[in-house]
């Protein structure tokens, strides 16, 4: 593919993450349609594998059940949600798509816009923002926006961008501070857990699947003896605040970890949760169980999705991107991303790159 159908590639992407966090909804879902068409006409003529055909196989029942079962906003909602990931996900890894100079310019763009709201204490399109944002419009006094006008989306793309810069090249070391001030203390921890797993010695990393378990058992232990304990449910919830007494990190921070862990520990999260198909995310909003509504992506993800078709989704990711494993899975537990296209292609693209020619930071060569 020319270098300027890659970049046009590239820009819708960009494109449909920004539209997403604007009031243009229209121009949102024709860049939608437009990257819809053009990720099945690329793929027109390839071959699939096993793994790929049963994800296919998964998304089409999944999509016809909630046909039958959704009113027509929640099934095109959900179809559009995994549907936009999947192809995007199968697309990048048959094609070789060259992004050029486009995220190098969108990173300085997006530290610019950062130093400049921490610096000035409002976003430097403030008023634009206020009357065409959206979620996030009340915060151009607050929270940095970044290029995408959401921290979350802004520090993600910061987050997997500087995370390939480093393994590249540890003189960029330095630039995680740029994470830490993007506005989303999750994506940092996220990206905090990446490298020191990257770091561990190699035996560490082919037990993966080990401490995966481990980790799996341990978890369903400790919600059942949570559910049975109400005691020991509030002594995990109250932990962050008392390793926080001091408060070398903001309560607010502290009070998120707090809603995540509440709603990780409760079974009636997970009795509203588990779907074997999609369903309407707005109807499980409703009378939740604390004054927060979800603040999962995994969840999120699951009433999109379904579970059976969520699991195989995340399996074809993780294989996929397996570099950005560890932050992916941490990045799920809030609002980390893997159905927009933009950023399914650079865990994809990134992988590739840095699986191909490892170092001993698990990067590519210096």
């Not at 050029?100 to 204490?121: K, N, P, S, T, Y």
């Not at 609002?335 to 296209?341: K, L, M, N, T, V």
């Amino acid at each position: 593919m020319s270098s300027a159908l890659n970049s046009t590639l590239v820009i819708l992407m960009v494109l449909h993450v920004f539209l997403a966090n604007t009031v243009f909804g229209p121009l949102q879902v024709a860049v939608e349609l437009v990257l819809i068409g053009w990720f099945v006409v690329g793929l027109y003529k390839e071959n699939f594998t096993r793994l790929e055909i049963i994800l296919l196989v998964f998304y089409l029942f999944a999509t016809l059940v909630s046909f039958f079962t959704n009113g027509l906003r929640e099934f095109m909602l959900a179809a559009k949600v995994i549907g936009l990931g999947m192809l995007a996900a199968i697309y990048f890894t048959k094609k070789d798509v060259d992004p050029g100079r486009i995220f190098e310019w969108l990173f300085i763009v997006d530290c610019f816009l950062l130093i400049h709201q921490l610096a000035f204490g409002r976003f430097v399109f403030g008023d634009w923002v206020a009357a065409y944002g959206k979620n996030w419009a009340t915060m151009v006094a607050s929270r940095p926006l970044g290029v995408f006008l959401n921290p979350h989306a802004s520090s993600y793309f910061l987050a997997i961008f500087i995370l390939y810069a480093v393994h590249k090249s540890v003189k960029l070391l330095p630039s995680l501070v740029m994470v830490f001030f993007s506005g989303s203390f999750f994506t940092f921890v996220s990206f905090l857990v990446q490298m020191i797993w990257r770091i561990l010695p190699k035996f560490v990393g082919k037990l993966a699947g080990f401490f995966l378990l481990f980790f799996i058992i341990c978890f369903i232990v400790v919600v059942i003896v949570s559910e049975l304990n109400p005691d020991v449910r509030d002594a995990i919830i109250d932990f962050p605040v008392y390793l926080n007494e001091d408060e070398y990190i903001s309560p607010v921070r502290v009070l998120g970890v707090q809603v995540l862990l509440g709603q990780l520990l409760s079974f009636e999260t997970y009795e509203r949760i588990f779907t074997l198909f999609p369903r309407d995310f707005n109807a499980i909003i409703f009378d939740w169980h604390d004054d927060f509504g979800n603040e999962l992506m995994f969840f999120t993800l699951i009433q999109h999705a379904g579970l059976p078709l969520f699991v195989v989704y995340l399996i074809y990711i993780a294989r996929q991107a397996a570099f950005f494993i560890p932050f992916i899975f941490v990045s799920l537990l809030h609002y980390g991303d893997i159905s927009a296209p933009l950023f399914v292609y650079m865990f994809i693209m990134y992988s590739k790159l840095l699986v191909a020619a490892p170092n001993r930071w698990g990067g590519s060569k210096s």
